[in-house]
Nanobody, 115 residues
Framework: QVQFVESGGGLVQPGGSLRLSCVVS????????MGWYRQAPGKQRELVAA???????NYADSVKGRFTISRDNAKKTVYLQMNSLKPEDTGVYYCNTYIGASDYWGQGTQVTVSS
């Protein structure tokens, strides 16, 4: 069973920055793609950014130019650097991987962008 430990969420003012981290265990981390999703109140969970095992990257249009996903295989960690945050970025952010036709999710970390 994949395990995730997410951290880095919090309350930040519009225009501020946060860095999310997700430490992954019980899998060969370097062999799998990783993603960050978010879910705002009353909305469906959506993909924010994804990185393949070969470091190909994909972003949601709404975060392009503001967010950066990266991975450190030695630390088994995936990061999401979030800059120029907007109130509409508020939500619970989840770490994700997809293995053998199954999605695996972290517990989520709350990000609130508000003045």
């Amino acid at each position: 069973q994949v395990q995730f430990v997410e951290s880095g969420g919090g309350l930040v003012q519009p225009g501020g920055s946060l860095r999310l981290s997700c430490v992954v265990s019980r899998i060969s981390f370097s062999m799998y793609g990783m993603g960050w999703y978010r879910q705002a109140p009353g909305k469906q969970r959506e993909l924010v950014a994804a990185i393949t095992r070969g470091d190909n990257i994909n972003y949601a249009d709404s975060v392009k130019g503001r967010f950066t996903i990266s991975r450190d295989n030695a630390k088994k960690t995936v990061y999401l650097q979030m800059n120029s945050l907007k109130p509409e970025d508020t939500g619970v952010y989840y770490c994700n991987t997809y293995i053998g036709a199954s999605d695996y999710w972290g517990q989520g970390t709350q990000v609130t962008v508000s003045s």
